[in-house]
Each structure stands twice: as structure tokens, then as C-alpha cells.
């Protein structure tokens, strides 16, 4: 760096073009990496459960047996309720 105190001005070195060193380079690559890193970690933690684990799971068939079973009952116990009454 030159200081002209007569003429009132500084002048530094040349400018040197940073596009022309490494350094961008290797700013966006890490970026781009932690970027990649978040996403890869991001899909890991939404992964759903392994089919294993639905075995334990009643059917969509059961389900509905099941629950018409239950307005069946739910019925009978209706009925019985409405013959107690006088």
C-alpha cells in the first residue's frame, strides 16, 4: 500500500481477481456440501418403518369387521336399554 500525502490519495497493490484463485471454488463446495449433508439427513429421518413392523398392524378388512362388529353390539345394547323402559 503507497500513501501520496501530497496528492492526498492511497494506492494499493494491483487487484488481484479472486475468480482466479481457488478460494470461490472451494467456498461454494462447502456449501453445496452442507447443503447435500441437511437434505441426506433430512430423507434418513423420514423414512417410514420397515415392512416387519405392519405385520403387527390389523388389515383394512379387519379394521372394518371389527368395527362393525362394535355397531352391532353397539345396537343390541341400544335395544336392551329400550326394553328396560316401561
Known sequence: ILINHEK????SKET???YGTREPQLAFH???SFCLDIHNMSVKAM???PKA???DLESAEERRERE???LEFAK???ED???SFP
Open 8 to 11: 492526498g490519495f492511497v494506492q
Open 30 to 32: 462447502q456449501r453445496i
Open 68 to 70: 362393525q362388529q362394535d
Open 76 to 78: 343390541e345394547m341400544a
Open 81 to 83: 336399554d329400550d326394553d
Open 53 to 55: 413392523y405392519n405385520k
Open 16 to 18: 488481484m481477481d479472486i
Open 47 to 49: 423414512r417410514f418403518p
